[in-house]
């Protein structure tokens, strides 16, 4: 596609539950990020791969938390035993190439999630 | 710590009237400094970026940014505001250590435009 994709856009779940958001980056790229954007808040960096290889998860909040890009392009960020303060909205970004500040980060428009 | 500060929460412009949307920022190296617009319901879009040299950078939709480095600034300013440039509004820094890469963000300013 031409752009970075997100499904779902929204997501309710009960306290509890585990949820799967995926992103489809743009075809070809190499890096690959999560963000987390609470409400009325900048996004907050969660984890970053390389490929496949998670190079960096420094950000996710807790062991609930967990990212994989298996084959180095789809990724899924999942959620284990949701909790309200997971409610935000999840976002993802990619770049062409390897860790370099001059790459330019592509967000997709995010997942809603909102715990009951 | 690395931070971004964005002082302004809301700001109310009409349109036509100029534009500056102030950042500030702590980081010990050279930053690598970018703005994004948020409009409801998309995602994040680049603005224009700072990577080095001319410190007075242009973007997209007629946004122009300045890096003053004695000030730790990146303002972003508009010469005339359009009513379809009201959106969220955030300052970022790239940093880099090794083995990963991140963006900082700050928590955003939202701009009200006036008809």
């Known amino acids: 596609g031409a752009g970075v994709s997100q499904s779902p856009r929204y997501k309710v779940a009960k306290r509890g539950q585990d949820v799967a958001l995926r992103c489809d980056p743009i075809s070809g790229h190499v890096s690959l990020f999560w963000y987390q954007q609470a409400l009325g808040q900048g996004p907050e960096f969660l984890t970053y791969?390389?490929?496949?290889?998670?190079?960096?998860k420094s950000g996710l909040p807790s062991d609930r938390f967990f990212a994989e890009r298996p084959e180095g392009s789809v990724s899924t960020l999942k959620i284990q035993r949701t909790q309200q303060e997971d409610s935000a909205v999840y976002l993802c970004?990619?770049?062409?190439?390897?860790?370099?500040?001059?790459?330019?980060?592509?967000f997709g428009p995010g997942t809603r999630l909102t715990v009951l | 710590a690395q931070s971004v500060t964005q002082p302004d929460i809301h700001i109310t412009v009409s349109e036509g009237a100029s534009l500056e949307l102030r950042c500030n920022y702590s980081y010990g190296a050279t930053p690598y400094l970018f703005w994004y617009v948020q409009s409801p319901g998309q995602g994040l879009q680049l603005l224009l970026k700072?990577?080095?040299?001319?410190?007075l950078v242009q973007g997209i939709k007629g946004f122009e940014a300045e890096f003053k480095r004695s000030q730790s600034s990146f303002n972003l300013r508009k010469p005339s505001v359009h009513w379809s440039d009201a959106a969220e509004y955030f300052c970022?820094?790239?940093?880099?250590?090794?083995?990963?890469?991140?963006?900082?963000f700050g928590t955003g300013t939202r701009l009200k435009v006036l008809a």
């Open positions: 700072y990577f080095s040299g001319d410190t």
């Open positions: 970022a820094v790239g940093r880099g250590t090794s083995g990963t890469y991140k963006y900082i």
């Open positions: 791969f390389q490929n496949e290889a998670q190079l960096d």
């Open positions: 970004a990619s770049s062409l190439g390897v860790i370099s500040s001059y790459n330019e980060q592509f």
